[in-house]
């Protein structure tokens, strides 16, 4: 078969040639007009193409056909009955007639017939008179409404026909104004779609919303003529207009289906474009993933998983410290818990809470306590004001906030030397074993063999090193423990075997058990005639000290430190004790450990002995030691001899302290001199408040007590002594005054001069200072006078009670007291021959006279009391020499003066009594 026209084609399925010329288009068959010939196999494909919608409008016409046929045939029938039934209805009333006219024309008596009257009173429907006026009514409505539908029909299918008009007319507006090739499409063409669309067939609800929007993008693009929006669906476009790429579009694309039919060019340049676009997205989306596939995000991850790591070994570390700090770890790592520095100001405080430094002072207020911005608060106050302001602190301590948790690693970790301390019942030989031990004499050199300060030695067995303490008493021992200085490995049990197991001896036991330190068991002077070893082994088992040669796990050793029997032997088992014990420190670090003693001594100043604990410490180490530090000047062994270092289990003498710390103090070294000044600054800041604190809190009770007891009154007493054992005879002292008048308080005691925070101290709780064989220091002396504290010196332990004493029975003045007449700072020292050492002074304060009692006071101590021998200005003798004068004074029988020494000259009045 030949070809064919595009119109030949068209009329075929009576389509327009334009119709027709779009869908050979579509379907991508060459074709430029209505006159181009078609290849048969173009036909073939586009007759292929379009039968089906022929066929589908064929099949419809036939379906409508169908029905219409059936309809008339029902009509036929309906009507065919209805005229059966009108004829049926003229002839039963035909009859019905009939028998009137009969009835009338027979006389009046003549009976009625039966069967008419119920005929007459209730005639049946099809019997009516107008039954056949009804049928006819019925048959008129019928044929209404018959008509009424075909017209419904009718309209409906041409309302169709032009909605399909109008759409076409809007799709080739859209196409000319973006394609501009396309020709508008007539208004003749628009009737051409009717035979496409079946009449009453074709789905009606979308395409209606389709048209509404076809007709408010008609009258858009009418108005603004802008480009157009994508169409919002395809019903009812041509088939084979349809999925060039399956006619799924992502949101946002701008391409329209109907518009891809401008022209082929047009359209496939879009198709690039789009390909193009898709190929662009779709690469840069790879490069995406490959980037975050890639080094940075693995990095990323790494790092993330690297800080995850580090937080939670941090977190852990935090808990570890604040569970050996005996914290609560949740206050330690709860983030919204706000650390507070322990003594911080009303505006520290205020700032570090985020709070108005006024809503701070106002809550204090209420509280009572009326505090200025730059007053420190107590711990208490921090935590009822936080507390009261809804806010979680935690009040942070110097030493925790310099606190460092030594973690060593095993390989630093080296074998250490024992720590030992001898304890006992009184007299059972624990200074005569410590001497038998050190081989010293010791014992001998007491006259009442009791012993005052505790200290330490060293001793060596087969090149093996044990560490010594001598304490004084249980008391001492339990003290460090309570300030946390466990410093002792094993203790060595003295039990004198002629006395057996002594008060002193139960208390020894339960304090080592306390502090779960291994005992060994010395059993002393067995060379006596009553010794009974086996008996004090018998005695211990009760307290739980079982010989290991009874089973039990105490090291039991006889000897006799008199006779100097088996002390080999008691070494050899505290060795084998430590072996036990597998001692171990790093000595590689710097020092740090514990205070054993502190004095003041006179020609070297503050001097302490430690026990180093770990790390090793060396002349020029800066420390801080409780609320001392400084630089360590030098180091001196218990043997008295300068040492350049000193290891863990090392006892060691420091030089160099700024003051005199306390036994049990804890002692470190700082990288850097001024962390430590820091540390020991807060630290005495604290233990002044915490004094304040126990001041108020005991001034609190005592109000109490006073209304209590009606008469009772208190002395309120700060002890600054040389020595520790200066303090603890003065305490013992008043411990047994009677005190049922006046209650005597100590509320700070210290080694050391007077400074100016024992005058704050003593201001704050309204008491008095005793200085024994102590001097004021600096400023406190003046900041005494202002603040009206009472200062009170003495040299010798009887006078100081005596006094005190005097004033418990009245709280009297005394009688006798000491005025200071001017104070001299020695600046030179002069050799005189046949006079001795004149001390070239500036008179720093007040007056002096030539006949006025000094004493020579150094680093707060006075180191001597009495006359003067020379009073010169230049080469002169003088009677007085006044404050901001230089002269030359000369001291009766003391020539051991030093430059740095004041001089100070006083006289002594006679005071009378008040009462
Ligand atoms: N016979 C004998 N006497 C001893 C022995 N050990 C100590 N003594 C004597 O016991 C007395 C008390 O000895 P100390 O060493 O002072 O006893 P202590 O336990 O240190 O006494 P305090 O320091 O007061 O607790 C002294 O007179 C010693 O000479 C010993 O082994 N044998």
Known sequence: MAGMRVHELAKEFGLSSKDMLDRIRDMKIPAKSHASMLEEAYVDKIRKALEPEVKEVVENGVEKIVVVSEKEAEEKERQAEEERARREAVEKERALREQERARRQRPEGEPKAAPAAPAAKKPPVSASPFSGLEAQIA????????????????????????????????????????????????????????????????????????????EAEKKRIAEQGPAPKPASGRRGAPAGANDARGGKRKRGEQVVPELERTSEDDRYARMAVQVEKLQRDKVLAEARAAVAAATPAENEGRRKKRKEKRQAEQRERLEMEALEKGLDPSLVLDDSVVEIPQGASVSKFAELISAQPNEVIKRLFMLGQVLTLTQSMSDELIELVADDMGRKVRVVSPEEEFAVVYHDSDDDLKPRPPVVTVMGHVDHGKTSLLDAIRDTGVAQGEAGGITQHIGASVVSIDGRQITFIDTPGHEAFTAMRARGAQVTDIIVLVVAADDGVMPQTIEAINHARAAGV???????????????????????????????????????????????????????????????????????????????????????????????????????????????????????????????????ADPVEILGLNSVPVAGDEFRVFEDERDARKLAEERALRERLAAQDAKSHMSLDDLFGRIEEGKQTDLNLIVKADVQGSIEALRDAFEKMDQSEVRINIVHSAVGGITETDVTLAAASDAIIIGFNVRPTGKSKQQAEKEKVDIRLYRVIYQALEEINAARVGLLSPDIVEQDTGIAEVRDLFKVPKVGTIAGCYMIEGEMNRDDKVRIVRDGTIVFEGTLASMRRFKDDVKSVRSGYECGLGINGFQDLKVGDTIEGFVVKEVERTE
């Open 139 to 214: 048959d008129a409505k019928e044929r209404a409404r018959r008509e009424a539908e075909e017209a419904r029909i009718r309209a409906r299918a041409e309302a169709a026909a032009r909605e399909v008009a109008k759409k076409q007319a809007v799709e080739a507006a859209l196409r000319q104004r973006n394609g501009g090739k396309k020709a508008p499409v007539r208004a003749a063409d628009a009737p051409a779609a009717k035979r496409l669309v079946p009449p009453a067939s074709a789905p009606k609800r979308g395409f209606d919303s389709l048209l509404s929007q076809i």
């Open 518 to 648: 291994p005992i060994v068991v010395a059993v002393n002077k067995i060379d006596k005639p009553g010794a009974n070893p086996d008996r004090v082994r018998q005695e211990l088992v009760s307290y739980e000290v079982v010989p290991e040669e009874w089973g039990g796990t105490n090291m039991f050793v006889e000897v006799s430190a008199k006779k100097r029997l088996h002390i080999d032997d008691l070494l050899e088992t505290i060795l084998l004790q430590a072996d036990v014990l597998e001692l171990r420190a790093n000595p590689d670090a710097l020092a740090s450990g514990f205070v054993i003693e502190a004095n003041l001594d006179k020609g070297r100043g503050p001097v302490a002995t430690v026990l180093i604990q770990r790390g090793t410490l060396k002349p020029g180490d800066s420390l801080v030691a409780g609320t001392s530090y400084g630089r360590v000047r030098a180091l001196v062994d218990p043997r008295g001899t300068h040492v350049d270092a000193a290891g863990p």
